[in-house]
């Protein structure tokens, strides 16, 4: 997945690079503008670049901290009516003009401030009497992303990467295009399967969260009924309680519960963007195999094995 991260560089460079290791390391495909992978000729402008850039994106990353950043003045483009914005927020403004999925981050002081300077933004001498820890501007562009409409989800504080990185972690598997995941069908569980070996908990926890990782996400849930997709996700709830809570360490819990979730709610993304309304029997296969739900009734009247899918040309 193509991830946007929309920040400034000078204060942010370590936090971004992590940010970008991390997501690397996940299979994503980040892209920040400092770096060498960054997608550099849709626009000889850098700016323009970028903005561009953003629009492609499969999610936007805003990241607020100290600083605003440089302001985007070109006239002799498409993006004229951005001129005199931070750079990140012609960014976002594109970003969101297309439909992208955007997440932000803010700084927790600078989120802490954000309301005192709400109150005193109109008295200048009030304003100018207090030492913010950011520029005005960033407190401006959050008050604007706060009344955003429609309304922005996904918005967290930090003040460390794991802030960042693990609600992240969970966004990115709620936003998946379903056709993305049929074009990826080993996406998420090899995500998952990284995300578990990660964690330092007690080993039988471990292996039964690595169980149900590749029972429920090595299948193709293309094309289901609804009472095949109800099952299916009360076959997860069952054997997450049966298998893995019960062998689960009562310091793991924080632990194996964000797992959990994490793996539920991509797989219930998944399901509800998979099923088909009209289906009540089993998909007839007509001339060749399509990737679409083969039912076995061992496998809780639906999936299969996508390493035994065989496509017959």
Same mark, same amino acid.
């Given at each position: 997945?193509? /991830? !946007? =991260?929309?920040?400034?560089? &000078?204060?942010? %460079?370590?936090?971004?690079?992590?940010?970008?290791?991390?997501?690397?390391? *996940?299979?994503?495909?980040?892209?920040?503008?400092?770096?060498?992978?960054?997608?550099?000729?849709?626009?000889?402008?850098?700016?323009?670049?970028?903005?561009?850039?953003?629009?492609?994106?499969? /999610? !936007? =990353?805003?990241?607020?901290? &100290?600083?605003? %950043?440089?302001?985007?003045?070109?006239?002799?483009?498409?993006?004229?009516? *951005?001129s005199g914005l931070k750079i990140s927020e012609a960014e976002y403004r594109c970003a969101r003009k297309k439909g992208k999925p955007v997440c932000i981050f803010i700084r927790k002081r600078a989120e802490c401030e954000s309301a005192i300077y709400r109150q005193v933004k109109d008295d200048e001498k009030q304003k100018?009497?207090?030492?913010?820890?950011?520029?005005?501007?960033?407190?401006?562009?959050?008050?604007?992303?706060?009344?955003?409409?429609?309304?922005?989800?996904?918005?967290?504080?930090?003040?460390?990467?794991?802030?960042?990185?693990?609600?992240?972690?969970?966004?990115?598997?709620?936003?998946?295009?379903?056709?993305?995941?049929?074009?990826?069908?080993?996406?998420?569980?090899d995500r998952f399967r990284k995300l578990i070996n990660e964690k330092h908990i007690y080993p039988p926890s471990k292996k039964a969260l690595i169980e149900l990782n590749e029972e429920f996400f090595s299948m193709n849930y293309n094309d289901i009924s609804n009472e095949q997709m109800k099952n299916v996700k009360r076959k997860f709830d069952e054997r997450f309680s049966m298998n893995v809570k019960i062998k689960s360490m009562k310091r793991d819990t924080t632990e194996i519960d964000n797992l959990f979730n994490q793996m539920k709610t991509s797989l219930d993304i998944i399901l509800d963007k998979s099923v088909n309304e009209s289906k009540i029997e089993k998909p007839m296969i007509e001339g060749r195999i399509r990737e679409s739900v083969v039912l076995q009734p061992n496998l809780y009247g639906v999936g299969i094995d996508l390493k035994k899918l065989i496509r017959k040309k």
């Open positions: 997945m193509k /991830i !946007f =991260v929309s920040s400034t560089i &000078k204060d942010l %460079g370590d936090l971004r690079y992590e940010l970008y290791r991390r997501l690397k390391e *996940l299979g994503h495909t980040p892209w920040l503008s400092e770096m060498s992978d960054f997608p550099s000729n849709l626009h000889p402008d850098s700016m323009t670049n970028c903005i561009m850039v953003a629009e492609e994106c499969d /999610i !936007f =990353v805003v990241i607020l901290d &100290k600083h605003a %950043g440089l302001s985007y003045h070109k006239e002799d483009t498409a993006y004229s009516y *951005l100018e009497s207090i030492k913010w820890y950011s520029e005005n501007a960033v407190y401006e562009f959050y008050e604007r992303l706060m009344h955003e409409d429609p309304h922005i989800p996904w918005r967290y504080t930090f003040d460390s990467i794991n802030e960042i990185i693990e609600p992240l972690n969970a966004i990115i598997g709620e936003s998946f295009p379903i056709e993305y995941i049929q074009e990826n069908p080993d996406f998420l569980l």
